[in-house]
């Protein structure tokens, strides 16, 4: 399979990206995943440009292997920041026109296509209506949603290949929108609970099935310990409390918590594939709560904008073995440069 997220950012690195799907389909690939963020977090293009849609419709319709994607912070959560041109904006909305435009039917994306498991039930919330707004030059706070309606969490997806259960699940940078810039506690506490029920239902299944081992595939960096520079804050690895404690909020304890506890029950090899925090990286970062390294838990950072142009315009191949003891082996693709030969 080939991961890619995060990208691109800049008018630089989307010039390069038809390179990345080339590279990608030059590979015998059984299905590629973008983990979110289809735009940066400030400046241009903001959440008033639809054009990044058409652009990654034009990327994921030009992948040979079926493509899948899950949403990221950039896309929606952060769309009520004033520098992604939030007057007028609401989050929410922008989370309702990536169901319509990415999720509108079972199967994946991409020129060839298989069907996903969709968690149907309407558990998360979509937009109902908002705070009057009165123009351009308005107080972000007007465009904050005041009702909501109850949906599908279509854009969590699952499915099966080989001997290995896939699930991607909306999970979000920016403290998961819970408190972040107007966060939304009421959208929060829906799909939040929505996604532990499908990641646990997830382990469910790869048990009745069998299976050898589970991915997820998510866009939030969520912080596995206090070594971590990369997210602030930082999380205490065995309570898996952020180590600030002037913070009330954490959008991502509960879901660790309960992530920790199947993960450990399953006892095979468990990945967990995110972006956001732009830091490419696979590494053993889960303890229990008594200190004890997790060892069939693998995180996977995909590349992603951390240089400002051309630097990580790159993807991951992942390798897969039902028979090797880890399951999983992954192989970083560089394309933004050309190859160094060596005799």
Not at 43 to 50: E, F, H, K, V
Not at 172 to 183: A, E, K, R, V
Not at 270 to 282: E, I, K, L, P, T
Not at 305 to 330: A, C, I, M
Request: with cysteine; net charge negative; hydrophobic share 35%.
């Amino acid at each position: 399979m080939g991961l890619w997220g995060d990208l691109p950012y800049s008018a630089e690195q989307a010039a390069v990206i038809p390179k990345l799907i080339a590279d990608m389909n030059s590979q015998d690939l059984v299905f590629t995943a973008h983990d979110g963020d289809l735009r940066q977090g400030s400046g241009s293009p903001d959440c008033a440009d639809n054009s990044i849609y058409s652009r990654a419709t034009v990327y994921f319709g030009s992948l040979r292997a079926p493509a899948i994607f899950t949403p990221g912070d950039n896309d929606w959560t952060d769309c009520d920041r004033k520098s992604l041109g939030a007057n007028g904006r609401n989050s929410l909305q922008e989370l309702d026109n990536e169901r319509a435009l990415f999720f509108g039917t079972p199967y994946t994306l991409g020129l060839s296509q298989f069907l996903l498991e969709v968690q149907a039930t309407p558990l998360c919330k979509g937009f109902g209506g908002a705070n009057a707004n009165t123009g351009p030059n308005s107080d972000v706070t007007m465009t904050q949603t005041a009702s909501y309606t109850n949906v599908p969490c279509i854009e969590n997806r699952r499915w099966i290949v080989g001997k290995v259960v896939y699930a991607t699940i909306n999970i979000q940078g920016s403290c998961n929108n819970l408190c972040d810039d107007y966060p939304d506690p009421v959208e929060y506490a829906a799909r939040n609970a929505a996604d532990i029920a499908w990641m646990q239902g997830t382990f469910q299944v790869a048990k009745d099935q069998n299976c050898v081992a589970v991915m997820f595939i998510t866009q939030a960096d969520p912080g596995f310990d206090d070594t971590d520079a990369t997210r602030a804050p930082t999380r205490n690895a065995n309570t898996l409390v952020e180590d600030d404690a002037q913070k009330t909020t954490d959008g991502f304890h509960d879901f660790l918590v309960a992530l920790r506890a199947q993960v450990i029950a399953f006892g095979k090899p468990v990945a967990y594939v995110h972006g956001d925090s732009h830091y490419f990286r696979v590494d053993k970062p889960l303890l229990d709560s008594t200190g004890k390294r997790v060892t069939n838990f693998t995180r996977v950072e995909t590349f992603g904008d951390h240089q400002p142009t051309l630097g990580d315009v790159n993807w991951l191949k992942v390798n897969v073995d039902p028979s090797s003891r880890e399951v999983f082996s992954y192989q970083p693709q560089i394309v933004n440069v050309d190859p160094v030969l060596v005799p």
